[in-house]
């Protein structure tokens, strides 16, 4: 019995869902290479924050490459494992020699939205031909791999603001008028007021996420 017999899907439909994946399977990869990169070669005062990030960022992709080409095998395809195959069709660059944290987290805001686009495509590609599985995947992926991810980067970053700390913070600490965190001594390492000033480009990509729309008393990063 043929896999697509024994899951029950059409295999033309099931055939555009594969090469949907292939496609992701190849940015995927060119991403994982990409963020090797950014942690071997990242220099600068946020050093030690981001080398753990895009480390943690890197073993996320390299899982997710794994679930793609399993998903294609499962599709009655072959997944590709070439990676010149990858890099003619990727839609993600490759970029390398990458030291500025600047370049290197702008890249990856970029790249997670090629992502977004595609794996909504794909969810709705498998949608249409039953494939649940695979709307299953997809709908995980997206409910992982956002923007918010890059604003707790840009805020270790920028800020200085530890990762406890940063859990803590509420809407009502932010003061979009005056352009600060206001990190109250109940909360900091240091059982200090702090006021830290807010990088033009970490309010922008606040704005665009509309982190302000819930009520103020809403954390920045938890329910």
Partial sequence: MKT?????????????VVEALQQLLADYQVFYTNLRGFHWNIKGHGFFVLHSKFEDMYNDAAEKVDELAERILMLGGVPVNKFSEYLKVAKVKEVSGVSCADEALENVLDTYGQF??????????????????????????LKEQNPHFLLASYILYYCFIRPAEMTKLKLSNISLERQTIFVQDTISKNKKDGTIT??????????DLKIFDPPHDYYLFSD
């Fill in 198 to 207: 807010l990088p033009a480009k970490v309010i922008h990509l606040m704005l």
């Fill in 4 to 16: 697509l017999d024994y899951i029950h899907l059409d295999a033309v439909a099931a055939g555009k």
């Fill in 116 to 141: 977004i686009a595609e794996e909504r495509k794909l969810l709705s590609l498998a949608s249409e031909s039953g494939d649940e599985a695979t709307v299953a995947l997809m709908s995980d992926y």
